[in-house]
């Protein structure tokens, strides 16, 4: 098992350049050689703030330079961040303070600070931890192993609170260096992030800069929307990391007369599928724009990648699974099935994180010891395996449901749907609390009428939703991701 801990990533690149630019917010820029220096600084401070290891940072602060030197600086007190979203629902910080019971929140969040004041847990603002980061002090105490759990990232799922996936330094610098050798960022690129770093996807892309030496943009939510292309072309933006509603609205501005093309040559995607039609147009207005699919999960952070623009050659697939590590299916009785042969998809290698933060039944559930020192993910998620080795993914647990007594899957639904010519955005609520057949969201010039019967010309008819529900926008997640419980409103809304 590798040795290697998280802060050793950046300590290695600060070495070999020291005078690169490494992560900026528009405002400022630090060069690895300063991002160093500060996170040796700010773990110092932390040290001096009481945080011991093993104790848990809470941090709920936004997304700028100092980002990346506090995150390496828990890691090297030998802490555990946890970073959150805020503002968020009262009700679902009372569950991460109560559940992570942190050592220190750091936050200027007014309800998240009365929250952990509350519980007596110390509180410190942005202001206060950029200026340790220039003042700070000696980190001091015993060094981490990396065996020792140095992030807890809290994912929702589909139903009850948020729980946590415990990620040890082994597992994350596994992590980072596999999915590096598929993506292969370079030092010359400009890693542009309006992810937020509570999804895992938009965190890793602090580390993944981290080992290419390539320069990070920590973007502000705000400019996902209309300034979306004018701050990719200020930025000077050569990666991506996607979300399919992000990938629509680049598109939508790109097709703006006049429209300015930033320097882009790779888009990423994982977390949600993301529909054919728009990559064929940002492909078409950005010619020298390669595509790298990806399948993950929060549990083991990515499990497949797919070879640049392989989606064109082999449509449908999500990619292979990490050097290292290996994907397949089980039947229901949890036997392993050959290739080609749909079932739960399991995978397997260093990658599989710890487990869940104080769920131990839940944690036995998906990750089990069947062979070797590892443990393997049951994802829950359905797909097959192919001869080859790519991951064709068919919905996740709670995506099948039944339609006119016929098993149908939400993302093949919201995939067609796309298809239709005059839909912009499509978003599939299953069948639940006795609603009758499942409800059909779209953005489009289209009435609902209208889209259900183009919609024949894609899908079965017994796949077809029985309703279809017009909306200016459809209503998503902190991660960019369609909000079905915002469309389960909006449902009952529509039916009562």
Not at 14 to 22: C, V
Request: aromatic share 4%.
């Amino acid at each position: 098992m590798s040795t290697e801990l998280l802060h050793d990533l950046l300590d290695r690149t600060a070495e070999t350049r020291p005078d690169a630019p490494a992560a900026g917010d528009g405002t400022v820029e630090f060069t690895y050689r300063q991002v160093r220096a500060d996170s040796l600084r700010l773990a110092g401070w932390l040290r001096g703030q009481g945080v011991r290891r093993g104790d848990r940072v809470l941090v709920a602060l936004p997304a700028d330079a100092t980002l990346p030197a506090l995150l390496y600086a828990v890691a090297r007190a030998g802490a555990v961040f946890v970073v959150l979203r805020t503002p968020a629902p009262e009700v679902a910080l009372a569950h991460v303070l109560d559940d992570a019971e942190p050592g220190l929140v750091l936050t200027d969040d007014p309800v998240l600070t009365g929250l952990s004041r509350a519980r007596g847990v110390p509180v410190r603002g942005a202001a206060e931890t950029r200026r340790a980061a220039a003042i700070g002090g000696a980190p001091a105490g015993p060094a981490p192993l990396a065996v020792d759990p140095v992030c807890l990232i809290y994912t929702s799922g589909s139903t009850g609170m948020p729980k946590a996936v415990v990620s040890t330094h082994a597992q994350v610098t596994f992590a980072v260096r596999a999915i590096q050798s598929e993506l292969r960022y370079r030092p010359d690129d400009v890693v542009h992030v309006l992810l937020p770093p509570s999804f895992d996807y938009g965190l890793y892309q602090i580390f993944l800069s981290t080992v290419a030496g390539a320069r990070l943009r920590l973007g502000d939510p705000g400019d996902t929307g209309g300034r979306l292309l004018a701050t990719l072309v200020e930025s000077g933006a050569t990666v991506l990391p996607c979300v399919p509603s992000l990938a629509i609205n680049l598109l939508r501005l790109l097709g703006r007369a006049g429209a300015p093309r930033p320097p882009l040559r790779l888009l990423t995607n994982t977390g949600a599928a993301m529909p054919p039609e728009v990559l064929a147009g940002l492909r078409r207005l950005l010619p020298g724009l390669a595509v790298q699919l990806m399948f993950g999960l929060t549990e083991c952070k990515r499990a497949a990648i797919m070879p640049p623009d392989a989606d064109l050659r082999r449509p449908g697939a999500c990619g292979r699974a990490l050097p290292g590590t290996e994907i397949f299916t089980v039947d229901a009785e949890g036997r392993r099935q050959p290739p080609g042969v749909r079932g739960e998809l399991v995978v397997r290698g260093p990658h599989v994180m710890a487990g869940y933060w104080r769920r131990p039944e839940l944690t036995a559930q998906r990750f089990r010891r069947a062979h070797g020192l590892f443990p393997q993910l049951h994802t829950g998620d359905h797909g097959h395996v192919d001869a080859d080795g790519y991951v064709h993914f068919a919905g996740r647990r709670d995506d099948v449901y039944k339609e006119k007594g016929t098993r149908v899957s939400a993302t093949e639904v919201e995939a067609a749907a796309y298809r239709v010519d005059g839909v912009d955005a499509a978003g599939v609520l299953p069948p639940a609390d006795g609603r009758d057949g499942a409800t059909l969201f779209v953005v489009a010039a289209l009435t609902p009428a209208d889209v259900l019967r183009r919609l024949r010309e894609q899908l079965e008819e017994m796949k077809v939703p029985a309703r279809c529900v017009v909306l200016p926008d459809l209503p998503l997640t902190g991660n960019g991701k369609v909000d079905r419980r915002a469309l389960a409103r909006m449902a009952g809304e529509h039916n009562g």
